[in-house]
């Protein structure tokens, strides 16, 4: 075997390695995600239990991307239809609203059952 063959096959099960790597990221943020829509969070005993959102809790930008899975251009066009309400602190401050964030992924997850 030619040492490029050599370096193609490790460089391919390296690759391999990595795409599972992501595909347990993945199933584990879907997890997440649905655990969200439903209101679920862990009690820290590996258990689940309905979370109580205050009305008060914010979300900066970061988190809200995180949770979503979006890109900022997207959570702006979200902003933009009107399906999220960002609470302006200053100019260049905004913070998203906890019980919000939640209603919209209960309402995305609804609106993907009727379709």
């Known amino acids: 075997m030619s040492m490029e063959i050599k ?3 490790l460089a391919l099960e390296k690759l391999m390695v990595d795409v599972e790597l992501l595909r347990t990221q993945n199933m584990d943020l879907a997890k997440e995600v649905e655990f969200l829509k439903q209101g679920l969070v862990s009690d ?4 689940l239990v309905k ?3 205050p009305e008060t809790a914010l979300l900066d ?3 809200v991307l995180s949770i979503l899975g979006v890109c ?3 959570l702006q066009r979200i902003v933009a239809k009107g399906l999220l309400k960002p ?3 200053s100019q260049r401050r ?3 609203g906890k019980a919000s964030i939640l209603g919209y992924l209960r309402n995305m997850g609804q609106k993907r059952v009727l379709s």
């Open 7 to 9: 370096i193609f096959q």
């Open 44 to 47: 820290g005993n590996g258990s």
């Open 51 to 53: 979370e109580e959102v």
């Open 61 to 63: 930008t970061k988190e």
């Open 72 to 74: 900022y251009n997207t």
């Open 87 to 89: 609470i302006r602190i």
């Open 94 to 96: 905004v913070r998203y």
